[in-house]
């Protein structure tokens, strides 16, 4: 069962979405117009699967109202039950009248279009009202909200989980009326023959305002999330499931970044609403960042707050610790890589995760006299001078918008010099910018990726690779001394971590990174980051050492031998066969040598 939550700005939506999902996925903040896009969680309520909407406020502030409208609607349409979220300190104001009436309105051009489908009931929900047990106010607002014409409210403290008990309640008797049973299937699960892999988790990162948004629209042929012009437009890390070429992918859209280091972001999910003001008061956006001329703070003062922007740096760097794959995308018209750009391959190569660049708005690139071949070519010059741990990263050039030519043209004719001079010898013609393009590479190679991620090599294919190179390039000496790597294997996959045990505690770096990235090019590990770990070889002492300490972990008690603690006597048998084995060839060895040495000595008579 899908529930909708619906209600003005700052009424604690998102609270409730946490409570209910049993987990902070929704950024919260005391400041109105946090939310925008519609967020999607599940939640389980007494065996109850539940499906659960977030959305932004419904407000007629900013120019962005109308795209948040678009989005509360779409999650009207695909509701079961809708909840209003009043304010209840507040009451009922003329915001919430408004609500109620493009409710009815909108409800009824829905059952007009679609009369096939069950009227979906509205619950009406009074937050913050924490501590008011029917007093006045409490009194006033339930007389208040009968004027809406939805019945009577539910007092809830969604921050204090106070009232739950009866929204459930309300939940489990819309479920029975629908015909809906406990334990019943997510409403959203496809079925289970189509299930073939597990799902690929991709990350869509980047900096702010170079197509994040409008590239996820044009993979899922819908306008999911909010995209345009403006900075900053994005909060929340949208999550989408999607089903294409047999695999099934979980999308996410992730806000701009401004910085990658988190240790200066303020992430205390208990601080209260009073805290978040002050900082708010003097914390403001000061950076350089595309599409920064057409905020607005007046008209919305969550556009240009530095609170929101720390939430949702914190919210996409999450969801780069959760994804497996990362479409690191960047902007047709920089014609470089930035210093957010490379960090953020630092932070993807040290978690691990595989990446994918995608080189947005080549439309633009276009109109400077600049291929999609030169470009990729040119993003290629710069990963191999800078993304050097991923190999040969895939590349995938794209348009993810359908702007006119002449608008491109405009927005392009700033950078064409710089193109240019970016890049050289170019003479072919651009190509045509009114459809989506490049979409379907962008995920041919994330599969690939995905894949390559996941592989894992056989041991004696490793050594049989490891004997061909050492007979071209032998490893260099250290100190004097011949370094000899004896065996490699894979340890681990997701990333892939290989070990190679040698007779050196440690080899030179520049033969470790020479082993990395013959790996990488022979195996077929692009866009992988491998993790490589060197350990000595143990030889017989170390055989002896184990022995002593299993010998040293028995004590005698009545003449008899017994385990100490949990040592376990098959472990011990093991070691002791191996150590009795090597004294067995040690002694035959001295033997031998006797027997030599007296057949050469003189005899006695």
């Known amino acids: 069962m899908t529930v909708a939550l619906i209600g003005k700005p700052n009424v604690g939506k998102s609270t409730l979405f946490n409570r209910l999902c049993g987990k902070k996925s929704a950024i919260v903040a005391a400041i109105p117009g946090t939310s925008r896009d519609r967020n999607v969680g599940f939640a389980n309520i007494a065996g109850l699967p539940l499906r659960v909407v977030d959305t932004g406020g419904y407000d007629d502030r900013g120019s962005v109202h109308v795209h948040v409208q678009h989005q509360v609607s779409c999650a009207l349409r695909d509701a079961d039950m809708v909840i209003f979220v009043l304010d209840g300190k507040?009451?009922?104001?003329?915001?919430?009248e408004r609500i109620a009436a493009w409710l009815r309105k909108e409800l009824g051009k829905i059952e007009t279009t679609f009369p096939g489908l069950r009227k979906r009931e509205i619950v009406v929900v009074a937050n913050k009202t924490e501590g008011a047990h029917l007093s006045d106010r409490v009194l006033e607002a339930l007389s208040e909200s009968a004027r809406l014409g939805f019945g009577e409210p539910i007092f809830i403290s969604a921050s204090h989980g106070e009232g739950m008990a009866e929204i459930s309640h309300k939940l489990m008797s819309c479920a029975q009326e629908r015909g809906l049973r406990l334990n019943d299937e997510r409403p959203h699960s496809p079925p289970l023959h189509d299930r073939v892999d597990p799902p690929i988790q991709v990350a869509i990162m980047g900096r702010p305002n170079v197509g994040k948004s409008s590239l996820l629209n044009s993979i899922l042929k819908d306008s999911r999330v909010i995209s345009g012009p403006m900075t900053n437009l994005t909060r929340d890390a949208i999550m989408v499931e999607w089903f294409a070429m047999n695999r099934h992918f979980k999308l996410v859209d992730t806000a701009g970044l401004t910085r990658i280091s988190s240790q200066n972001l303020r992430l205390s999910a208990n601080a209260d609403?009073?805290?978040?003001?002050?900082?708010?008061?003097?914390?403001?956006?000061?950076?350089?960042?595309?599409?920064?001329?057409?905020?607005?703070?007046?008209?919305?003062?969550?556009?240009?707050?530095?609170?929101?922007?720390?939430?949702?740096?914190h919210s996409a760097l999450n969801a780069l610790r959760y994804s497996q794959v990362v479409v690191l995308t960047i902007e047709g018209k920089q014609g470089n890589f930035t210093g957010i750009d490379l960090k953020l391959a630092n932070k993807c190569q040290k978690e691990g995760r595989a990446m994918v660049v995608c080189a947005n708005k080549r439309d633009l690139v276009g109109l400077g006299g600049v291929s999609a071949r030169q470009y990729e070519l040119g993003v290629r010059a710069h990963c191999d001078a800078y993304l050097r741990d991923f190999g040969e990263i895939p590349i995938v050039s794209t348009t993810a918008t359908s702007a006119s030519a002449d608008d491109a043209h405009g927005n392009c004719s700033n950078h064409i010099s710089a193109m240019q001079k970016y890049f050289r010898n170019s003479s072919l013609s651009y190509d045509s910018v009114h459809q989506p393009e490049g979409i379907d590479r962008l995920i041919r190679a994330i599969v690939r990726t995905h894949d390559a991620w996941s592989k894992r090599i056989d041991t004696s294919a490793l050594n049989s690779w490891l004997n061909d190179l050492h007979v071209n390039t032998s490893p260099p000496r250290i100190n004097g001394k011949e370094t000899r790597i004896k065996f490699i294997t894979q340890v681990k996959a997701r990333p892939p971590s290989f070990v190679l045990f040698s007779n050196c505690q440690n080899i030179p770096a520049a033969y470790s990174r020479?082993?990395?990235?013959?790996?990488?090019?022979?195996?077929?590990?692009?866009?992988?980051?491998?993790?490589?770990?060197?350990?000595?070889?143990?030889?017989?002492?170390?055989?002896?050492?184990?022995?002593?300490?299993?010998?040293?972990?028995?004590?005698?008690?009545?003449?008899?031998s017994r385990p100490l603690g949990k040592a376990?006597?098959?472990?011990?048998?093991?070691?002791?066969?191996?150590?009795?084995?090597?004294?067995?060839?040690?002694?035959?060895?001295?033997?031998?040598?006797?027997?030599?040495?007296?057949?050469?000595s003189p005899g006695k008579h």
């Not at 009073?274 to 595309?290: A, E, F, N, Q, T």
């Not at 002791?576 to 006797?594: D, G, H, L, N, P």
């Open 273 to 313: 609403s009073r805290k978040m003001r002050l900082i708010d008061s003097y914390g403001k956006i000061k950076r350089k960042v595309p599409g920064l001329g057409l905020v607005n703070s007046d008209e919305d003062p969550s556009q240009s707050s530095k609170v929101i922007s720390d939430l949702s740096i």
């Open 90 to 96: 507040a009451g009922v104001t003329a915001s919430d």
């Open 514 to 560: 020479f082993i990395k990235k013959r790996l990488q090019k022979d195996f077929n590990f692009n866009g992988v980051p491998l993790r490589f770990s060197v350990q000595k070889s143990k030889g017989n002492a170390a055989i002896k050492t184990l022995f002593t300490r299993a010998k040293n972990s028995r004590v005698r008690s009545k003449g008899e």
């Open 568 to 600: 376990r006597d098959d472990k011990y048998m093991e070691i002791q066969r191996k150590y009795a084995q090597v004294e067995r060839r040690r002694r035959s060895a001295k033997m031998r040598k006797t027997r030599g040495k007296n057949s050469r």
